[in-house]
C-alpha cells in the first residue's frame, strides 16, 4: 500500500459547483497535511496548511483532516475557471524529519 | 520581492553529459530541496538540505549530485549516470522547523 492516495482524476465540473478533493494515507505518525495548487508547468504553491484533525478554511476553500479515517478533504466553493490546476495532496510526521510525502495530484478542470 | 528563483526553464541534455540546474532564494530559508516531477508520478524528493556544506538523500538520489556552499544557493547536478533524467525539476525551500515548502518555477531538462 502507497504511503499517500490521491484520485488522478482528470476532474471536470461546471463552474460555480463544490469540489472536493480527497487523499488517504497510511502512516498514522502523519499530523501536518497540506494542499499545494499547481498550474501547468508552474511550481505548486502552498493553498492550505493543517495540524492534526479538524477543519481550517480560508475563503473559498476548506481543509478538512480525520486521523481517525487517514483521510484528507480540500473543498472549493463557487468553483472558477481560475481554479483549473492540479491539486497536490503532502503530508509528514514533523519533528527531526522534515521531509513531505505527496499524492500524485488530481488535475481539476473549471467549465465556463 | 522574495522568493526562489530556478535556471534555466528549459535544458536539454545530451549522451554523456553532466548538466547543472540552478535553484537561489532571498526568502532567509535554512532548509532546500529538490524534487523530480514525472507525468503521473508526483513529486519524488531528490536531495535536501537542512543547513549549509551539509545535505541528505532524498528518495532517488542516485545519478544526481548537489552542493550547498551558500545559504541562498542549492545547485543539483545531473550526471550521466542518470539514465533516465527527462522530467521536471522543481527547487523548494522552507524555514527549519516549518514544514511549509515555497516552490520555485521549475526547469524542464529534456534528452537530446
Known amino acids: 500500500q502507497k504511503e499517500v492516495e490521491q484520485d488522478p482524476g482528470p476532474l471536470s465540473v461546471p463552474e460555480g459547483a463544490i469540489v472536493s478533493l480527497n487523499c488517504t494515507y497510511s502512516n498514522s505518525a502523519f499530523q501536518y497535511f497540506m494542499w499545494y495548487r499547481q498550474y501547468s508547468r508552474k511550481g505548486p504553491e502552498l493553498l492550505m496548511y493543517?495540524?492534526?484533525?479538524g477543519n481550517k478554511e480560508d475563503g473559498r476553500f476548506t481543509a478538512q483532516v480525520d486521523k481517525s479515517s487517514k483521510y484528507i478533504s480540500l473543498f472549493i466553493r463557487d468553483s472558477q475557471p481560475s481554479d483549473s490546476a492540479t491539486y497536490l495532496c503532502?503530508?509528514?510526521?514533523?519533528?527531526?524529519?522534515?521531509?513531505?510525502?505527496f499524492g500524485k495530484g488530481t488535475l481539476l478542470t473549471v467549465n465556463p | 520581492d522574495g522568493g526562489i528563483t530556478q535556471s534555466p526553464k528549459y535544458l536539454f541534455r545530451k549522451e554523456g553529459q553532466n548538466v547543472t540546474l540552478s535553484c537561489e532564494q532571498n526568502l532567509n530559508h535554512d532548509a532546500m530541496y529538490w524534487y523530480r516531477q514525472d507525468p503521473g508520478q508526483g513529486l519524488r524528493l531528490i536531495y535536501y538540505s537542512q543547513i549549509v556544506n551539509d545535505f541528505q538523500k532524498g528518495d532517488i538520489a542516485e545519478g544526481y549530485s548537489v552542493s550547498r556552499e551558500k545559504k541562498e544557493s542549492f545547485p543539483l547536478t545531473v550526471t550521466s549516470a542518470q539514465k533516465n533524467p527527462t522530467a521536471f525539476y522543481l527547487c523548494?525551500?522552507?524555514?527549519?522547523?516549518?514544514?511549509?515548502?515555497?516552490f520555485g518555477s521549475g526547469t524542464q531538462l529534456s534528452v537530446l
Open positions: 523548494a525551500s522552507s524555514m527549519v522547523p516549518d514544514e511549509k515548502l515555497f
Open positions: 503532502a503530508m509528514t510526521s514533523g519533528g527531526s524529519n522534515y521531509k513531505l510525502t
Open positions: 493543517t495540524y492534526s484533525s
